[in-house]
């Protein structure tokens, strides 16, 4: 039991037009892009849709999916994302996946938007992102 409080703040999607995306989620909801940078590793970009301003709020995170040809190994960036309070709840996540030898990202600090994570993997293999610093 994790004894400091998690909260959801995004689900993050792989999609092959990030543009056709945007548009469907405009179309059938109130979700608006919120935020937008460019993502180097893909020469793309990587976007938040929300639908309000307002921190806190969920946020779909959207990836442009690596081309199937590439021998880029797969990523973990479909996942769920949980703000935790501190590093320190980061670290002990960490740990405790490791010894359960889930852990699929150790403590990591990207700064700017991602902020200091760490990745483990559910009973299926779905990839859950811990977070503290994200401005999410």
């Not at 199937?68 to 405790?96: C, K, M, Q, Y």
Request: aromatic share 8%; net charge negative; hydrophobic share 40%.
């Amino acid at each position: 039991m994790i004894e400091e409080e998690s909260r959801l703040t995004h689900i993050a999607f792989q999609v092959t037009d990030i543009q056709r995306t945007i548009d469907f989620y405009a179309s059938y909801t109130r979700m608006r892009v919120v935020h937008e940078r460019p993502d180097p590793q893909r020469g793309s970009r990587v976007v938040w849709l929300r639908e309000q301003e307002a921190l806190g709020s969920m946020t779909i995170v959207l990836f442009k999916k690596d081309d199937p040809a590439s021998s880029a190994p797969p990523s973990s960036l479909n996942h769920l994302g949980f703000a935790v309070e501190s590093r320190v709840a980061v670290d002990t996540i960490a740990r405790r996946a490791a010894e359960e030898r889930i852990l699929v990202l150790p403590p990591s600090d990207y700064g700017g938007v991602v902020g200091y994570i760490c990745e483990i993997s559910d009973p299926d293999g779905t990839v859950i992102e811990f977070s503290h610093g994200q401005r999410l």
